[in-house]
């Protein structure tokens, strides 16, 4: 994921130098998002779907829900699970087969924000305590990798999962009967993943591409609807000050507040 | 899996180990335990039971994975079958592929490993009994190892839990608080300069509970610290008197 791509030692040097003047080379400041786009419902075929832009970053979330059987030790819940597909036409440094590390990575903190915060409110989707429950799956695709795929991999599934369609079903004996008509999935938490990346000594929101490639560590911090920290994953080599981290959780508590109210107003 | 019915902290504050909201499992560490590894230790953190061993630095295998600038760090967390209540498959799961990458992680800002172009230094953690705190012990573990191999690096890494239970911020998390509890944050850090080099946590926090598990965390890893350094330094002391 780091070497996808070559920075001389110039542009690094531009770079540094601007970050010492609170710019970056993208012309942003350094706790801005670049421009998101949220588009929902773009696949017809899933039950959800939808497709988020964050700068040069395109992921495509869908979500697809099966019957299945719950996890024995809670036997009255529906079941998660969260995927994610780097897929080699999206990066040079993406190879195919099955997921690796940072596909894994990625999936499980997408997976630890939306299941910690309770997003879905996975009592009502259990059928028949012990033995039928909905499992819902929510499959990450890259499609172009422009740096900080899990901010833009989170909001993709959050939207995906807002326009969730359920169909309505009655039980016949132990059968499901499909009805006519859908049901929103029952969604009730809102959970945003701000990551931040550390170059040299700076700390810069939402890196993009280039600057993946010079920085030291990453941090990301899930914040839920009440302003809770709902998960955390430290990623890269390198370190962060306890400073650091006290500064990062303040103002990922603040920017998780724009990008909610984005992702809501695009999923009403 | 354990599920427990009794609160896991009683009225008078105990665990349900019996420990205090703020005090750690016991801890034992042995370094050099593996024979035939450039670096070994073994640690006991409660009723984890865990062995690390370092080889390295060595020639990378396959080759082209070789860096020209600095060693290749590579890290395998393995858990052992009969290491928790439930037969665990001893293909690699999906969270063992995550705590090997955030272990790694944690271990290579601490290495000098610009002083081994074109090698591989490999870390194997093999995990025979887990009971909550498995990467955190690991770490603590791993980083002995690789001082006894000596590799040069800036502190040793160390590593340890907070997380909230009951409502009760509480450090070093055992299986069923970790299960039960309302969050888990593992932290490592390097002692000397205080810096965090692994941060991770899941469960439902507010900003001022994340300060204090924080504050927590890193007095616990402060308090591992000193069982790390004097079980690095009995074994040369060891040395010494043998010869």
């Known amino acids: ?12 040097k531009q770079m540094l ?3 010492s003047t609170g710019k970056r080379i993208d012309g942003r400041d350094l706790y801005s998002y670049r421009e998101i786009k949220i588009e929902t419902n773009v696949i017809e075929r899933a039950e959800g779907s939808a497709r988020v832009y964050l700068g040069d970053t395109d992921v495509l979330a869908g979500v697809k829900i099966d019957v299945g059987e719950p996890f024995p030790d809670v036997p009255n819940e529906g079941v998660l699970t969260v995927n994610a597909e780097l897929v080699p036409f999206a990066s040079p440094a993406f190879e195919p087969g099955p997921p690796d590390e940072n596909a894994i990575e990625l999936a499980r903190v ?9 997003a879905i409110d996975l009592a009502k989707l259990c059928i028949i305590p012990g033995k039928k429950v909905f499992v819902v799956y929510i499959d990450i695709y890259v499609l172009n990798h422009g740096g900080n795929l899990i901010d833009a991999s989170a909001l993709a599934a959050l939207a995906a999962l807002l326009n969730t369609k359920m169909y309505n079903y009655e039980l016949v004996g132990e059968e499901l009967k499909i009805l006519a008509g859908y049901q929103p999935l029952p969604v009730k938490n809102y959970p945003i ?23 030291d560590a990453r941090l990301t911090i899930t914040i839920d609807k009440d302003k809770r920290i709902c998960a955390i994953q430290k990623g890269i080599g390198g370190y962060f000050t306890l400073q650091q981290v006290r500064d990062i959780a303040k103002i990922a508590s603040e920017k998780s507040e724009e990008l909610r109210k984005l992702v809501l107003s695009e999923c009403k | 899996m354990e599920k ?21 499992r016991p ?3 042995e370094v050099g335990v593996v024979k035939n590894a450039d670096g070994s230790a073994y640690i006991e953190h409660g009723k984890n039971k865990i062995l690390a061993a370092v080889y390295g630095p060595s020639e990378v295998h396959p080759r082209h994975f070789a860096l020209q600038d600095r060693a ?3 890290c395998k967390y393995h858990m052992a079958p009969f290491s928790v209540q439930d037969r665990k498959s001893p293909a690699p799961s999906r969270r063992e592929i ?11 800002p601490s290495l000098f490993l610009e002083y081994y172009p074109r090698t591989s230094i490999d870390i194997f953690i093999e995990v025979l009994q887990a009971d909550g705190g498995t990467r955190c012990a690991s770490i603590t573990a791993a980083s002995i190892a690789l001082a006894d191999a000596g590799i040069p690096m800036r502190d040793m890494v160390v590593a340890c839990a907070a997380g909230k239970v009951d409502g009760h911020i509480v450090l070093d998390l055992n299986d069923i608080e970790d299960k039960n509890g309302e969050a888990d944050m593992p932290l490592a850090m390097m002692p000397n300069k205080g810096l965090i080099t692994l941060l991770q946590m899941d469960g439902l926090v507010t900003q001022e509970e994340f300060k204090q598990m924080l504050e927590l965390a890193m007095e616990g890893c402060n308090l591992i610290y000193q069982i790390q350094k004097k079980a690095l330094k009995s074994t040369f002391i060891k040395t010494v008197e043998e010869v």
């Open chain 1, 1 to 12: 994921m780091r070497f996808s791509k070559f920075i001389t030692n110039l542009e690094r």
């Open chain 1, 17 to 19: 130098n601007l970050l």
């Open chain 1, 110 to 118: 997408v997976d630890r924000g939306i299941r910690e915060s309770k």
């Open chain 1, 193 to 215: 993943a701000v990551t931040f990346g550390k170059v040299s000594d700076y700390i810069i929101l939402d890196p993009s591409l280039d600057e993946e490639q010079i920085m």
């Open chain 2, 4 to 24: 427990s019915e009794k609160p896991l902290i009683t009225e008078d504050g105990l665990r349900t180990d019996g420990r205090g909201p703020r005090d750690l």
């Open chain 2, 27 to 29: 801890v034992k560490i």
């Open chain 2, 72 to 74: 290749l760090l590579r």
């Open chain 2, 98 to 108: 995550e705590l090997s990458k955030v272990i790694r992680e944690a271990l290579e």
